[in-house]
């Protein structure tokens, strides 16, 4: 009796730790030997050295302490602040009942973060990122940092390092030294194809400061809807919207504004004219070409592109755009200009009157120049405006450029590319197109490659890891003026249900390649990191999807609205398996 | 100033009902023209008369009332009397402060539910479904089935007369006459390839109901991971779960059997074997052929397939499946037989040596015979039992008879036809299958056209829905033997983050194909339903995601974690948009 009690009890034992090493090699897929990755960092760092020598943290005695340091302090510790606040509740995740004490280890007590530049309200394209981390083998880890974005960007890196071990949190003794290869890093959501609510907006923001990600590009209207609320032209969203709840206020856009400021992402607004405009016209028609014959455009009003003749359009457009650059705080606005139906406006007799008058031919080139001359307006405006302000534009208005010849838009303003092949033009590559956008002199982001929208069957997220914006053909300063890309995600067929999951983890491989080293492409050596980047954003509340068989140990749980916490089990798991094992003894000896 | 005055009122008052005038037609796409659906039902009934007179429904006043019948009347009320109280919640949804009274209206005060046949506790492949539902233009409506599951459907499609306008809850006069084309319309969820968590099938399960699918195919384990707790032996789940949180304990299991059986959903656990064992192989090794050499399988046991060889392997199945039989209540048991790798089998000694003794030539043919002769042997097992108990089959367990001649599958055993191109056997078509199966007597379902797991960019559901299962060359008996279909959502890329997005509305397509008349073949005249269906899903808490830029009135919204409501934002809004009317008014003015 007593051998067979003892043989209970060594199976009882065993079970636990066997499980998992039984478990450990035997993957039927990649995605599970994935799983041995941890504390490791997405994206990586510029300069990482780690160490197998690991620290405890204890998640009631741990702190983060601040230096005050230069002039403008008080911008510093405004986002600083919170975010040291946030960060430390993102480093404990292992629920109390289940944590184990770290009495008698090695522990990590504190960190320290120092910001020894100038700190600015808003981030903006020249921002200084970088940061220095370091966790000794003894004494305090130190985060230094120029600006309060660095400090942001090395907090992100540091609540990374922690794992899980056995029910304690750990980090290894580390050194890190680190800054974007990109200063312009984003992804685009549009909110016009599908209203999408503010909530979702934050979560996406959320995930974009926990991949290092610092643009929103706020798609913001289109054809189909009109949500921002404008108090010079109420008319835009009230009639324009999909319903009157389909709408941004300014207060939503003040605060999507500031949660994106607090951590470090610039919100650069699009109001895509003069194509793409179809809502706009809703509550007033008369800023769009009427089509002739109507089959051009075929909904009632059969209206097109902004109607350039009319200095109404661009006053219109001044006074609108003088309210958007005083809600959105970044000095850049998108302009759009991609995909402007021409046909329409060559049916229209005002514009062709208008071009008659401009000397601009009635030919694919003549149109062009009207696009050109509309942009140009529409930046000089810009220009005109008491806080400076500068333009993103889609890559037709260079592509315009390349055929008119013509209004060669300012030099400040940033390239856009975003077709794989522009089959409306030259029906060159963008790994073509680049080179020709940079040799002109202006700075280029890209997207081409990054078009998430597209989804696919399987494991995709290598293909945007191994687009490279500097793979073209071109000189050290054309490689300097392409300042990074933006992953968009048009909402055709995305709203609220989906929008998380479809953006991520596939948008953290364009993170990654956006901020880490160029040498960086190898997918397959990467998707550890990937797997463990994907179950930790999961476990901090972002619904980002599986990238094959697999398991988190926090999987998402609706249940609680939260990661489904594992360790709040561990001991009535326990006590389960004994039962199951005495049960199963029982009913085997029973049997026979 | 009066005219200014009158003006502004005018503008107004216009600006909400010229709105949604001036937007009806004003569409950009295919997807925002099918708004004009209200009250329509999917999957569309069998014969159905609807007219353009409507009636009000009074939320407080109207009522449900049902008339005991049938000798098994407990059993009909043990279903019916939850479902009413449920579906009563589920007729009305606009926000209290948003309703506007009906009385004076023409009112539909109650509905008279009766069954007249017998009701049963479960539901089984032979249930009756029928229902006849009439609202009449004064007096009760009545909804007369044989039994609570009909009844059941007959709910769901008076839940979906219901429509919203201007504040009240309307339906028209419509006489309905209904029953389902298929008897088996199922959904499969895989739940080995991830976990996926008790709320996330109980969500579907809503979805699976209010689109009368009836069928819940739960592949519960496979090769990556075995999360059905098995009492009669734990090292199952104990050694081949992910993780002990990623299980279904027996208590998980009874509250989805009775979750579904409430809405008239029969659950059918598959068991998948010989094949997609990997995981079983971790608690019990002995279970599985060891390979040789260890390149076969590349897992440190080097195991594969089930060891046919044993009688130890037929005696484990043969408990584990009496297990499963009294925790699950179907008839039915799915034993899979798919995708079996005979080189492992053709390297192992123990195997070789019992295919001679069986008389198995060491080719193909043989090996079909060796996989046929394991499933006979599961077959007969599952005939032993006390309660009457059949096997569903993947299609490669015929697909073997064809070639080995032997062990001819009990013709009580349902084909489940699942490869587009059986290229493995013969390479004919799922076309070509199906009529080979229903030749050869056997009942098939189909799910070669479903995968929904394969998802591609667009509007997708179309070919699922012109997929048809009586799409082949065969007479009338052999179309009858075809009886119905099933949507798998194979889970390598999908857990909780995105199953429910991932399905809905997707799988409606499919519930259509499986309810209504063949004859209803043209997608896009089901848009304008299928869009009113998918809002109506989100409305009701299913996370369904969209098919083409548009809106529903009550978008998903996380805030709540209830659709947005936009009634009781109503007054709101247009307290609103007066106000910006009239600061937009003093802005023009003033600048002027």
């Known amino acids: 009796m007593k051998l067979w009690v003892c043989c209970v009890l060594f199976?009882?034992?065993?079970?636990?730790?066997?499980?998992?090493?039984?478990?450990?090699?035997?993957?039927?897929?990649?995605?599970?030997?994935?799983?041995?990755?941890?504390g490791t960092v997405w994206p990586q760092p510029k300069n990482i050295q780690t160490t197998t020598q690991s620290l405890s943290l204890d998640p009631e005695g741990f702190s983060v302490v601040t230096s005050d340091s230069a002039a403008n302090s008080a911008d510093c510790k405004d986002v600083l602040d919170p975010a040291i606040e946030r960060y430390r509740g993102l480093l404990f995740w292992i629920p109390a009942d289940a944590r184990v004490s770290v009495s008698g280890d090695s522990v990590l007590g504190r960190l320290r973060v120092t910001t020894s530049g100038t700190c600015t309200k808003y981030?903006?394209?020249?921002?200084?990122?970088?940061?220095?981390?370091?966790?000794?083998?003894?004494?305090?880890?130190?985060l230094s940092a120029q600006t309060a974005w660095g400090a942001l960007r090395g907090l992100e890196t540091f609540s990374q390092l922690v794992y899980e071990v056995d029910g304690k949190h750990k980090l290894n003794v580390t050194t890190i030294d680190d800054e974007p290869r990109f200063p312009h890093r984003g992804v685009m959501l549009?909110?016009?194809?599908?209203?999408?609510a503010v909530p979702y907006i934050i979560q996406n923001l959320d995930a974009m400061a926990y991949n290092k990600i610092n643009v929103f590009h706020w798609h913001m209207v289109d054809d189909q809807s009109f949500p921002f609320q404008s108090a010079t032209y109420p008319d835009l969203s009230g009639k324009g919207a999909y319903t009157q709840d389909n709408v941004y206020s300014p207060e939503d856009v003040r605060s999507v504004v500031e949660y994106a400021r607090m951590r470090g992402i610039r919100v650069i607004p699009e109001f895509d004219s003069p194509g793409?405009?179809?809502?706009?016209?809703?509550?007033?028609?008369?800023?769009?070409?009427?089509?002739?014959?109507t089959s051009i455009?075929?909904?009632?009003?059969?209206?097109?592109?902004?109607?350039?003749?009319?200095?109404?359009?661009?006053?219109?457009?001044?006074?609108?755009f003088q309210e958007i650059r005083e809600v959105f705080a970044?000095?850049?606005?998108?302009?759009?200009?991609?995909?402007?139906?021409?046909?329409?406006?060559?049916?229209?007799?005002?514009?062709?009157?208008?071009?008659?008058?401009q000397g601009f031919p009635n030919t694919?080139?003549?149109?062009?120049?009207?696009?050109?001359?509309?942009?140009?307006?529409?930046?000089?405006i810009l220009k005109e405006f008491p806080k400076r302000t500068r333009g993103i534009v889609w890559q037709e208005i260079f592509d315009n450029n390349i055929i008119s010849g013509d209004f060669t838009i300012d030099l400040d303003t940033i390239i856009h590319v975003w077709q794989w092949n522009n089959s409306n033009f030259q029906g060159i590559q963008y790994w073509d197109e680049l080179p020709q956008v940079t040799a002109a002199g202006y700075r280029a982001i890209l997207s081409s490659c990054w078009y998430l929208n597209f989804i696919d069957y399987g494991r995709d997220w290598p293909k945007y890891y191994e687009c490279d914006p500097h793979n073209f053909t071109g000189n050290a300063q054309q490689k300097e003026l392409v300042i990074g890309g933006e992953a968009p995600l048009w909402a055709e067929w995305v709203d609220a249900t989906n929008v998380v999951a479809r953006l991520w983890p596939r948008a953290s491989a364009v993170a990654e390649r956006l901020w880490s080293?160029?040498?960086?492409?190898?997918?397959?050596?990467?998707?550890?990191?990937?797997?463990?980047?994907?179950?930790?954003?999961?476990?901090?509340?972002?619904?980002?999807?599986?990238?094959?068989?697999?398991y988190c140990k926090y999987e998402w749980n609706q249940a609680n609205n939260v990661p489904t916490t594992s360790g709040a089990q561990g001991i009535m798991g326990y006590v389960q398996q004994l039962l199951l094992l005495f049960s199963s003894l029982v009913l085997t000896f029973g049997l026979w």
Request: charged share 25%; proline share 6%; aromatic share 10%.
């Open 11 to 38: 199976v009882f034992a065993c079970q636990s730790s066997f499980a998992d090493w039984v478990r450990q090699p035997f993957w039927y897929d990649d995605a599970r030997r994935d799983k041995v990755a941890k």
């Open 123 to 142: 981030p903006n394209l020249d921002s200084d990122e970088s940061y220095t981390l370091t966790v000794p083998a003894s004494g305090d880890a130190t």
């Open 190 to 196: 549009d909110t016009a194809r599908h209203f999408i």
């Open 276 to 293: 793409h405009m179809q809502s706009w016209g809703q509550g007033h028609p008369d800023l769009l070409t009427s089509c002739s014959p």
């Open 297 to 320: 455009q075929q909904d009632i009003y059969h209206l097109g592109p902004a109607n350039v003749a009319r200095n109404s359009t661009y006053d219109f457009m001044q006074r609108l």
């Open 330 to 357: 970044d000095e850049y606005l998108h302009l759009g200009g991609d995909e402007v139906h021409f046909q329409c406006w060559m049916s229209n007799d005002e514009i062709q009157q208008f071009m008659q008058q």
């Open 364 to 380: 694919t080139e003549g149109f062009a120049k009207l696009e050109g001359y509309y942009i140009h307006r529409l930046i000089n």
């Open 517 to 550: 080293p160029q040498n960086l492409r190898d997918a397959t050596a990467a998707s550890p990191r990937m797997e463990e980047h994907r179950c930790r954003m999961v476990r901090r509340g972002i619904r980002a999807q599986p990238q094959g068989p697999s």
